[in-house]
């Protein structure tokens, strides 16, 4: 894998951690 492969999927996985504790912990955002 690129560097930029591996940048990606570490933002999209970002991202996606971020929605997801959004949706549990609403009261915090």
Excluded at 12 to 23: E, F, M, N, P
């Amino acid at each position: 894998m690129s560097p930029e492969n591996i940048a990606g999927l570490v933002v999209a996985g970002a991202l996606v951690l971020y929605l997801i504790a959004a949706l549990v912990f609403p009261e915090r955002f």
